[in-house]
């Protein structure tokens, strides 16, 4: 059974930084696309940035420049830096993980969720 976990959202000021985690069990394939996602109040899901299998990024144009995805597959897990945060980044924070590598900011294909962490940046 595949579970993930998200940790590290919280409060900060705007042009402070967090770093979120996303600690993944039960994945056994070796192909993958996992990435983040965010979702505020009255808003679609949107993707944030995905990595695949291959070591491939991608970035949505919004935190480019700004948000660093990355992975410890030493610790199955997957963590977002996020640094000069703004109040539009204030969204609850999901990571998701699917076997198809191509899906990248594809949200509506993924099949695994975690259940998603707040991120609140204040003005």
């Known amino acids: 059974q595949v579970q993930l976990v998200e940790s590290g959202g919280g409060s900060v000021q705007a042009g402070g930084s967090l770093r979120l985690s996303c600690a993944v069990s039960g994945y056994t394939y070796s192909s993958y696309s996992m990435g983040w996602f965010r979702q505020a109040p009255g808003k679609e899901r949107e993707g944030v940035a995905t990595?695949?299998?291959?070591?491939?990024?991608t970035y949505a144009d919004s935190v480019k420049g700004r948000f660093t995805i990355s992975q410890d597959n030493a610790k199955n897990t997957l963590y977002l830096q996020m640094n000069s945060l703004k109040p539009e980044d204030t969204a609850m924070y999901y990571c998701?993980?699917?076997?198809?590598?191509?899906?990248?900011?594809?949200?509506?294909?993924?099949?695994?969720w975690g259940q998603g962490t707040q991120v609140t940046v204040s003005s």
């Open positions: 990595i695949d299998s291959g070591g491939r990024r």
């Open positions: 998701a993980a699917d076997r198809r590598w191509w899906l990248l900011m594809q949200s509506t294909e993924y099949q695994y």
